[in-house]
Every structure is written in C-alpha cells, then in structure tokens.
C-alpha cells in the first residue's frame, strides 16, 4: 500500500508519491526521474491535491504504473467516505500512521481526520497509535523527541517556532541543563518557555529577575532574628522552585 497525491507542475496535471510515508519506494527507484501514471478518470475526479491510497506501482525508471483504482482519502478538511473507489479500513490506518510521523500534519488536525473517518465507520484506535508512536525508542534522540513532544504549528500557538529550537529547549530540560534565551523584548521568549511547560506537562516557576536588586538574598533567603533574638534564614521560593521537579524561568535576567 501506497500514498500517492495529485498536483499541478506548471500547467500539468502529476501524479506525486508521498516520500515520507511509512511504505518507501523500492531501492534504486529515482523518484524525480519515474513518472507516476494511474486511473486518471478517478484522480482528476477530485481537487488537485488530494491524498489516495493505492494498492501496489509497478516500479519503472521512467515511468511507474499505479495499480487498482485509487481510493481518496482526503483534501484539506475533507475526507472522503464512500466516494469513488471506497477506501478500505487498512487505508485509514496507513492514513492516520503516516499523519502522526509527518511533519506537514500536526497531530490535533491527523485526530480530527481519524475521528472524522471514524464517524464514517472506520476504525482506527487513535489513543493506542498515538501511545505506541510516542513511546517507539528507534531513531535519534531527536526523532524520539519530536515524536514526544511535537512542535506547535504556528496556527496553534499563534507565532512560528524553528523545530530545532524546540527540540534543543526540550532535550537541555530532560537533560537537566540550563539555557539561555537572548532576544529583544516581545520575542516570545517567555511565551515559548510556557508552551514547552504546558506540551511537557510540567509546573513552571517564574522567577522575575528584572526588579531584584539583591540577587542573593532574592534567589536564596535572608537572614532574619526570631522572638528569641535567635538568627533564622528564609528560604526565599527559588530554594524550592529547583528542588521540585519542573521548569524554572528567570525572566530579564540581564537586568
């Protein structure tokens, strides 16, 4: 089984293969050189850009066969039940595997497609794919990473985030490590540290460094005489900000 999608290359009508989908191309088949050909009366059938599943391609140098009707799947917001060549359960599932290792769908909107293809009839059990991709330990440390904890579009959170910034931020938490942030006032600094608590699910401390005038004593208590005349130390919260577990953020700690 095979992903294949439609689009436009200039003026005319292509058929693409989906390169990251969990079924590769056979080795040796250059992709930029075959072409793809299939039911063409099927494909144009639908917007350009739709998504089909396909049973198997005959693998060409020059030009590569799809085999079978293809069966759509989905464009935009829509997916497609029961229309055309009727996708088969196997294809919604290879569907919602692929979504949950791309990058080009986030996983809130690859939950929406399979909930929508489940109101269709469907079964996919999404919390045991999205458990088993979340805890699969193959890969880099940056593949597990990212499949942990997934960088926000830029629709769900409202500003852009370069994914290799988010994955450096989260890899030095689960490491322990401080980091520092530098950028002008309105960044998104803090605001990225706050999205990173709440994907990590951990409680996060702020520490405003921009109005202390004694760091120490702000960072770790004072001296103060009991009733008894007695020397006591307060603690000041930081103390026990970092003997929790958690993010610590020290906003303006250049002031």
Known sequence: MYLIRTALSGTQFVIQFIQDQPNKAPGGVDLGETSLTGDSKILTGFPIGTVFA??????????????????????????????????????????FDW??????????????????????????DIDAKCKAYTENESGTLRDRIMR??????????????????????????????????????GSGKTELVTHIARAMEKPL??????????????????????????SDFDY????????????????ELNR
């Not at 926000?152 to 401080?178: A, K």
Request: proline content about 5%; overall charge negative; charged content about 20%.
């Open 54 to 95: 396909v049973s198997d391609i005959s693998w060409g140098e020059l030009t590569s066969k799809i085999l079978g009707q293809p069966r759509a799947l989905f464009h935009g917001d829509n997916v497609y039940v029961g229309l055309g060549a009727t996708c088969t359960n196997a294809d919604v599932n290879y569907l």
């Open 99 to 124: 979504m949950l290792s791309t990058n080009e769908i986030k996983r809130p909107q690859a939950i929406e497609y399979a909930t929508k293809f489940m109101e269709g009839g469907y079964h996919i």
């Open 148 to 185: 942990m904890y997934p960088c926000p579009s830029e629709e769900e959170i409202g500003f852009h985030i370069e994914p290799d910034i988010w994955y450096l931020l989260i890899r030095n938490i689960m490491r322990g490590e401080n980091t520092l942030l530098i950028g002008p006032t």
């Open 205 to 230: 401390c702020y520490q405003d460094m921009g109005t202390i005038q004694d760091a120490q004593s702000a960072l770790l208590g004072v001296h103060r005489l009991n009733k008894e005349g007695h």
């Open 236 to 251: 000041a919260p930081f103390v026990g900000h970092v003997q929790r577990e958690g993010i610590v953020l020290l906003d």
